[in-house]
């Protein structure tokens, strides 16, 4: 299968700090990408669907001002958190259809964040 | 009522026994149905990917969707400790591609 890569797997930030996380696709090109999070022993909610080219789409109660997606190219997209704050620690997974119009996806290892 | 209900158990099981795992889902317009294995801390990893209703078989493990029913599972025949982990259902049918998640079940093989 398509393998995505996340990069950092865990960070530690202070409040009030922006933290990056990275997606790749790494063997195949990726014009649609997911950002998802997780709480603990939790499901994974969709935050944003991040698109090459244009802007990233948010889902109902996620703050696009909070949380910048960039996708800069087809193998890339980016998330950052910014000001972030202890309720934002999470696990923040990416994923990718291994082709364009596939509904399979392909999920990133994870980043884990934690905010002091 | 939730779009996919999934029992989050936690589900245990001797080693070699056959798991069954399922989903229900209220939305018709589902037509893609995964199944995802998750370990601890880790991104979840496709194991399943049906198209409609039917089964479709890969090794030790058997995916049934019944589009009728609303309910899709997933068979573990002899599982093994190494089968251990959270089994997520996720589906889709916009032309989004947007996946919506079960909770997932925790199950644990013992040996």
């Known amino acids: 299968g398509a393998v995505v890569s996340q990069h950092p797997s865990w960070v530690i930030c202070k409040s009030g700090t922006s933290v990056k996380i990275e997606c790749r696709s790494l063997?195949?090109?990726?014009?649609?990408m997911f950002w998802y999070r997780q709480f603990p022993k939790q499901s994974l909610m969709l935050m944003a669907t991040?698109?090459?080219?244009?802007?990233?789409?948010?889902e109902q109660g996620v703050e696009k001002d909070k949380f910048l997606i960039n996708h800069a190219s087809l193998t890339l997209s980016t998330l950052t958190v910014t000001s972030a704050h202890p309720e934002d620690s999470s696990f923040y997974i990416c994923?990718?259809?291994?082709?364009?119009?596939?509904?399979?996806?392909?999920f990133g290892p994870g980043t884990r964040l934690t905010v002091t | 009522q939730k779009e996919v209900e999934q029992d989050p158990g936690p589900l245990s099981v001797p080693e070699g026994a056959i798991v069954s795992l399922n989903c229900t889902y209220s939305?018709?317009?589902?037509?893609?149905f995964m199944w995802y294995r998750q370990y601890s801390r880790k991104g979840p990893e496709l194991l399943m990917y049906?198209?409609?209703?039917g089964n479709k078989e890969d090794g030790r493990f058997t995916a049934q969707v019944d589009k009728s029913s609303k309910y899709i599972s997933l068979f573990i025949r002899d599982s093994q400790p190494s089968d251990s982990a959270t089994y997520l259902c996720?589906?889709?049918?916009?032309?989004?591609?947007?996946?919506?998640f079960g909770k997932g079940t925790l199950l644990t093989v013992n040996p």
């Open positions: 994923s990718a259809p291994g082709v364009p119009t596939s509904y399979e996806q392909y």
């Open positions: 063997d195949f090109q990726a014009t649609t």
């Open positions: 991040s698109n090459e080219g244009s802007k990233a789409t948010y």
């Open positions: 939305n018709s317009a589902f037509q893609y």
């Open positions: 049906t198209y409609s209703s």
């Open positions: 996720a589906m889709s049918g916009g032309s989004n591609y947007k996946l919506t």
